[in-house]
């Protein structure tokens, strides 16, 4: 009996499997062509830009404030000393907060950036799918092998491009 039924699961689900369709794209070349995309890269390499000026300016300011520190060391008395000590300490802290948050603002910056678009290309492989009666789409970067499928990269694209074009429109 338990045969039987091991027969009859394995016949059920090699039928179901012959009936699924898998779909593949690039989702590298996706990205590479949308002008959106490219316009985000853009304003993350000024953000990332403004950032990195504004962490040299205070590391400039934090070196120089050493220098004047290592100077006037040996004539400091020992109180004195460990006032400077803590207030360089504060120094290099803030320096190293800002770049925390620098980082942090970039990465929620990029999230910000990159939803749209990747909820257009999800949009764009839903309606590809459908359209073609395709069960699963996969990314061929995370593939480590397949053999065979139906490459809907161009056909994704087409929709992706239709897409996007409509969000600039309606910016």
Same mark, same amino acid.
């Given at each position: @009996?338990?045969?039987?039924?091991?027969?009859?699961?394995?016949?059920?689900?090699? &039928?179901?499997?012959? !009936?699924?369709?898998?779909?593949?794209?690039? &989702? !590298?070349?996706?990205? #590479?062509?949308? =002008? &959106?995309?490219? !316009?985000?890269?853009?304003?993350? #390499?000024?953000?990332? +830009? $403004?950032?990195?000026? =504004?962490?040299?300016?205070?590391?400039?300011?934090?070196?120089?404030?050493?220098?004047?520190?290592?100077?006037? $060391?040996?004539?400091? &008395?020992?109180? +004195?000393?460990? @006032?400077?000590?803590?207030? @360089?300490?504060? /120094?290099? !802290?803030?320096?190293?907060?800002?770049?925390?948050?620098? =980082?942090?603002? +970039?990465?929620?910056?990029?999230?910000? *950036?990159?939803?749209?678009?990747? #909820?257009?290309?999800?949009?764009?492989? %839903?309606?590809?799918?459908?359209?073609? /009666?395709?069960?699963?789409?996969?990314?061929?970067?995370?593939? +480590?092998?397949?053999?065979?499928?139906?490459?809907?990269?161009? %056909?994704? @694209?087409? =929709?992706?491009?239709? *897409?996007?074009? %409509?969000?600039? /429109?309606?910016?």
């Amino acid at each position: @009996m338990k045969n039987i039924l091991i027969a009859i699961s394995l016949i059920i689900s090699a &039928s179901s499997f012959a !009936q699924s369709k898998i779909g593949h794209v690039n &989702s !590298q070349i996706l990205l #590479d062509t949308l =002008e &959106s995309r490219k !316009q985000a890269i853009k304003e993350l #390499d000024a953000y990332k +830009l $403004e950032g990195m000026k =504004e962490l040299q300016e205070m590391n400039k300011a934090f070196e120089a404030a050493y220098v004047i520190f290592q100077q006037k $060391e040996k004539d400091l &008395s020992p109180v +004195l000393l460990k @006032m400077e000590q803590e207030k @360089m300490g504060r /120094k290099q !802290q803030e320096l190293e907060a800002r770049q925390q948050e620098l =980082e942090k603002g +970039l990465q929620i910056y990029n999230d910000e *950036l990159n939803k749209p678009i990747l #909820d257009r290309i999800t949009k764009a492989i %839903e309606i590809v799918a459908d359209r073609k /009666k395709i069960n699963y789409i996969i990314d061929e970067s995370a593939t +480590l092998y397949s053999k065979g499928g139906i490459d809907c990269t161009a %056909e994704v @694209m087409i =929709e992706l491009l239709r *897409l996007d074009a %409509e969000a600039i /429109k309606n910016k």
